[in-house]
């Protein structure tokens, strides 16, 4: 299918893994759990970027990272939730996001391994079964920012400045 | 393929995606490289053990601690190489290494994504391409001298460190 693009609808039926992060050892596995994007997002402002791998140096040295340090920047341009997916599984994303120093639902750690999103609605990295790197951005259903990087070793379009100012 | 079984020669096509742990910190990804079993592995006694995946439950709470807490038995038994691997790519395992507190190459965490050992020569999970939750011992002579696979993957008998070293 084609990727979502600004003034679409965010599908029905989407539905990631979710492992919640409940403390910060990452090695005290989480417990997967089904959350429905679909259903939980219908009513909120979300930031959902997605990256090629968990622990690897492009998505963990120059993506994520300003996420989690611009939360409340987000959160003050009235963003809900933050989410990050990959084609890891839940079990490695809340690892992760331990890692990284993430506490509780600050930022969703969510594995793409369901609906598969990214290859169903996104992009992929062209690289095996690996999602793209990209960001979208959904206000109450309604997709309002969508970009893929052109290389998913770099980070613009989809990174937290760039995102930022389209907020 | 059958999987390996004692006495069986270690076979020479085996390479894992090996991201070297060479600090603490799990936020600092390292650089992917081919780690060549087959060739690496010749002369010494190698201890391989095999799990569904990495941070998962029963692989984190009852199969990895015990193979990094009786790493001196191991060694005391004459194993020159413990490594584990799983069907995640070398950059997870290497953080499961770095956050179980693994430093440098005392157990060798590599991804099974280049030459699909498990499948190939192993056993697998029976979920999707996870690998089976198994161990190898495999001798300085390049013989397999123990193989054997948890009927059970949530379960840790055959293939734990205590079914290992009294094989060794």
């Given at each position: 299918m084609a990727p979502l693009k600004v003034g679409d609808s965010f599908p029905d039926g989407v539905k990631f893994e979710w492992a919640p992060i409940?403390?910060?050892?990452?090695?005290?596995c989480g417990i997967p759990q089904e959350y429905d994007a679909s259903k939980e997002w219908k009513d909120k402002k979300v930031v959902l970027f997605s990256v090629?791998?968990?622990?690897?140096p492009g998505c963990q040295a120059r993506h994520l990272p300003p996420y989690i340090e611009k939360l409340s920047e987000f959160k003050n341009k009235g963003v809900d939730v933050v989410a990050t997916i990959a084609s890891n599984d839940s079990w490695v994303m809340n690892a992760w996001g331990k890692v990284n120093g993430v506490k509780g639902d600050d930022i969703l750690f969510l594995s793409?391994?369901?609906?598969f999103f990214s290859r169903e609605h996104g992009w992929p990295?062209?690289?095996?079964?690996r999602n793209g790197r990209w960001a979208m951005v959904f206000d109450h259903g309604k997709v309002i920012y969508a970009e893929n990087e052109p290389s998913p070793k770099d980070v613009s379009v989809s990174g937290a400045e760039a995102v930022l100012a389209k907020l | 393929m059958a999987p390996l079984k004692p006495g069986d020669k270690f076979p020479s096509d085996v390479v894992f995606d090996w991201v070297p742990i060479k600090n603490q910190d799990a936020t600092l990804a390292g650089t992917p490289q081919d780690f060549n079993a087959s060739s690496e592995w010749k002369g010494k006694r190698v201890v391989l053990v095999s799990v569904p995946g990495a941070f998962t439950p029963s692989c984190q709470a009852y199969h990895l601690p015990p193979y990094i807490d009786q790493l001196d038995k191991l060694k005391a038994k004459g194993v020159d190489q413990v490594a584990v691997i799983a069907s995640n790519d070398g950059w997870v395992m290497s953080a499961w290494g770095k956050v179980n507190r693994v430093e440098g190459t005392d157990i060798l965490f590599m991804g099974?994504?280049?030459?699909?050992f498990s499948k190939k020569h192993g056993w697998d999970a029976g979920m999707g391409d996870r690998n089976g939750r198994w161990a190898m011992v495999i001798d300085r002579?390049?013989?397999?001298?123990y193989a054997d696979n948890e009927q059970d993957p949530t379960k840790v008998t055959v293939s734990g460190v205590e079914a290992v070293l009294s094989n060794l």
């Open positions: 409940t403390d910060g050892d990452a090695t005290a090629p791998g968990a622990f690897t793409d391994t369901k609906t990295a062209g690289m095996g079964d | 099974d994504t280049k030459s699909g002579d390049g013989t397999v001298k």
